[in-house]
């Protein structure tokens, strides 16, 4: 379960102690570990236009909506921009990549039930 297009050793993307590292050679090991740039992704960006890179939409859950919600734009007591609800202009938020916010939010998994 590893992404062709990741920064990170294989070891690292399989996730915490699931990894496999070869021990034979303890030094090499620890080096290949913390070398942590795949050079063929590294190499494909370079090569790739910045306009062509995929990108992730950031989405926004609204705790008080129990929904992924439209962003909006609220103010601070200072008078800052914030992101807000767009529905209900909550505080509450959470923003993250769709698909994410619905497996952490298990969203999904409710909308089956319906």
Not at 9 to 24: I, N, T, V, Y
Not at 40 to 48: I, L, S
């Amino acid at each position: 379960m590893t992404d062709s297009n990741s920064f990170l050793h294989e070891a690292q993307q399989a996730g915490r102690a699931s990894g496999k590292l070869e021990l034979d050679n303890l030094d090499e090991a620890i080096g290949s570990i913390t070398h942590i740039i795949d050079e063929g992704v590294a190499t494909q960006y370079k090569e790739t236009e910045e306009e062509d890179w995929p990108r992730a939409t950031m989405t926004v859950y609204c705790h008080d909506c129990r929904a992924i919600v439209p962003a909006g734009i609220g103010k601070t007591l200072r008078g800052n921009d914030r992101t807000v609800c767009g529905n209900c202009h909550s505080k509450k938020i959470s923003m993250g990549r769709e698909e994410a916010l619905r497996s952490f939010y298990h969203l999904g998994k409710a909308e089956e039930k319906e």
